[in-house]
């Protein structure tokens, strides 16, 4: 059981602007670590998408954004496109887990 | 090319063992630490276990801990896991990740993945 809670799905039209949540706790996000995502495409590996909660790696479009406040993050993607239709899933690190890295929920993009 | 190749996987009976290795290449293995992460048939990513660029930190979830065991061989640039006392929920594709801290220790290289299937 992840303790990162995303939302199961979200939707938009291409062009559409959507969010999505990632709400952890004191012991994880609210403890000030960083938060990443990650952005799987069906049947491919994970791919990094944003790093210490707002940066993109090189060749990531400049439509993904990420954010970071008190126990929750959120990735935004603007002007929705077709192949951003994936899984995308938070990770940072939890202080009452021994080290351990944890992913969110995940949440599944349509673009309609 | 930066690249992570896992192998290894396979079907055991619930009970047995096996070993996942991942070759990296285009990179300094040896300056990297390494994580390995699973995804269950349909299921959202769980990361496994951590170990450090010397191994001298290592550590796991407590859904592996006491059964899987993580080490590397620097000299070889790879990266292993050890999984014994295997059960039907360890059923899930494999990936090895690079830990980077230029990105934060975020887990900026994956591999492909390997599929293991518990099952008798």
Request: aromatic fraction near 10%.
């Amino acid at each position: 059981q992840s303790v990162l809670t995303q939302p199961p799905s979200v939707s938009g039209a291409p062009g559409q602007r959507v969010t999505i949540s990632c709400t952890g706790s004191s012991s994880n996000i609210g403890a000030g670590y960083d938060v990443h995502w990650y952005q799987q495409l069906p049947g491919t590996a994970p791919k990094l998408l944003i790093y210490g909660n707002s940066n993109r790696p090189s060749g990531v479009p400049d439509r993904f954004s990420g954010s970071k406040s008190g126990t929750s993050a959120s990735l935004a993607i603007t002007g929705l496109q077709a192949e951003d239709e994936a899984d995308y899933y938070c990770q940072s690190y939890d202080s009452s887990l021994s080290g351990s890295s944890v992913f969110g929920t995940g949440t599944k993009v349509t673009v309609l | 090319e930066v690249q992570l190749v896992e192998s290894g996987g396979g079907l055991v009976q619930p009970g047995g063992s096996l070993r996942l290795s991942c070759a990296a290449s285009g990179f300094t293995f040896s300056s990297y630490s390494m994580n390995w992460v699973r995804q269950a048939p349909g299921k959202g990513l769980e990361w496994v276990s951590y170990i450090s660029s010397s191994s001298s930190t290592i550590y796991y979830a407590d859904s592996v801990k006491g059964r899987f065991t993580i080490s590397r061989d620097n000299a070889k640039n790879s990266l292993y896991l050890q999984m014994n006392s295997l059960r039907d929920e360890d059923t899930a594709v494999y990936y090895c990740a690079r830990t980077s801290t230029s990105t934060n220790d975020a887990f900026d290289i994956w591999g492909q993945g390997t599929m293991v299937t518990v099952s008798s």
